[in-house]
DNA sequence: TCAAAAGTGTTGCATCTACACCCATGT
DNA sequence: ACATGGGTGTAGATGCAACACTTTTGA
């Protein structure tokens, strides 16, 4: 019953959403934002799309999310998780399979080293941080892509600590809150979200206090002792990704 | 940046994880099973190994997993769901990309059409029902694949009205405990779960009993009306798996 | 009439939410 | 001194687990 597909037909993609925290200039809530890159060539050419590339034969799919997001920002993930399998016959011209996963990269990171990398002239002026609210229409299925991967982290970061994807080794609560707050889109209490982060044990406290407005504020790191099971089985061949 | 792949090395493969609930002879809660093919070829040979096969090229990856499913078993899947891709350059000879679903199938259609289907011819006794929890050493990394699996539904079982797929259209709310307890492997108390299921408003009562032992159940079908956002934007297009 | 499953009621405990209140610092 | 964010306390609402209890059938 296994008839063997004609092994030219089917290429194998990978695309990643990258994801990022941005300060807006006047103080308000931080946003998404993610990279896209600008399609040079037919199909969808001038059409915005994710950043991705075709599977290299010996590259594990994980690596190559990580690949194309370096090419494309200079950085390295603080968090890669496989998103799904996009596989629709009428997707794209010829057949394609992305796999596409899902990234955070640290939002201090981003301001620091995208300079260096357009500087170093690896990142073209074809790639552009979009707000993830205000998308525009993009290449291929990429909105709807890009709606899931939304959906997948506001869900996560309920039962998980993915949040801390987007900080540095050390920060505060009211951090920590505020990446909470741009995920879910709305407000949350400080006061309870204190103590909902002290009873899951996830951070430790440091010595070190963050100065400069009012009250100094302690600065907490992440407790990697504890594991979240949330990726059951698969956490452990995937630990590489902290 | 991007280098095209050499088509030809690189190929896709979707294999399905269909499980369903075994009542034991004795009465017993009921345990999940699932079947598999005894491989006949190299690699792996004489190993089991999970349903599947290659992707056609104008085949949707949901079709090819339904398709592989029916294959196999005779049944349609009452709930598919891709699990994952799996494409570690190590875990076959030659490159390959599985595209990972999982299923469930109704207990009494097992018990019905599989013994026509054998009978038909196309189902060859070297396919076997296993056991969830009794699993032998199997081809690959199928093992793993299973694990997660498993792992996916007693996750899920907890938000979503997944465990519906292993019953009829009409059933008591004994028959969905017993589903939930035999997914979760504890039991569960029947008083505090009937209050849960009818504060969800996911059941619909009819005015149908079951007799037979003790006093007559009520028995109630899915309210299908309710749209669990379970699966975020990806729902939308996978709807015809109901 | 008795066993057993169906179905209802109640109580206690843990958790979440809202919000009042004190603390420490820059201006 | 005072405005502001850091941090603590607390009362009400909600949800869940445990378990006593009533109902209805088959044997």
Same mark, same amino acid.
């Given at each position: ?6 092994? !030219? =037909?089917?290429?194998? @993609?990978? #695309? ?7 300060? +807006? /200039? ?80 640290? !939002? =201090?990171?981003?301001? @620091?080293? #995208? ?7 690896? +990142? /073209? ?81 440091? =010595?070190?206090?963050?100065?400069? #407005? ?29």
């Amino acid at each position: 019953m296994m008839t063997r597909t004609r092994e !030219s =037909d089917i290429r194998v @993609a990978v #695309s990643t959403v990258i994801l990022t925290l941005r300060r +807006a /200039p006047v103080e308000e809530l931080p946003s998404l934002a993610l990279p896209m890159v600008l399609r040079t060539r037919d199909p969808h050419q001038g059409d915005w799309a994710l950043p991705g590339g075709w599977l290299e034969p010996d590259e594990n799919l994980e690596d190559a999310a990580a690949r194309t997001l370096h090419e494309t920002t200079g950085l390295s993930p603080s968090y890669l998780e496989q998103l799904y399998a996009f596989g629709a016959v009428d997707r794209s011209p010829g057949r394609v399979i992305s796999i596409v996963y899902w990234a955070l990269v640290r !939002s =201090d990171e981003v301001d @620091a080293q #995208s300079a260096a990398h357009v500087a170093s002239g690896l +990142a /073209p002026e074809n790639v552009q941080w979009f707000d993830a609210a205000t998308l525009p229409a993009l290449a291929f299925d990429h909105n709807q892509i890009i709606d899931y991967a939304l959906w997948r982290l506001r869900n996560k970061v309920g039962y998980s600590r993915v949040a801390h994807g987007f900080l540095p080794p050390t920060f505060t609560l009211a951090d920590l809150r505020e990446a909470y707050e741009a995920i879910l889109g709305k407000r949350l209490d400080p006061a309870n979200f204190r103590r909902q982060v002290e009873t899951s044990a996830t951070l430790l406290p440091t =010595d070190e206090f963050r100065t400069g #407005s009012h009250r100094p504020a302690r600065l907490y790191r992440y407790n990697n002792a504890v594991e979240l099971a949330d990726r059951g089985p698969l956490a452990v061949d995937e630990k590489r990704t902290r």
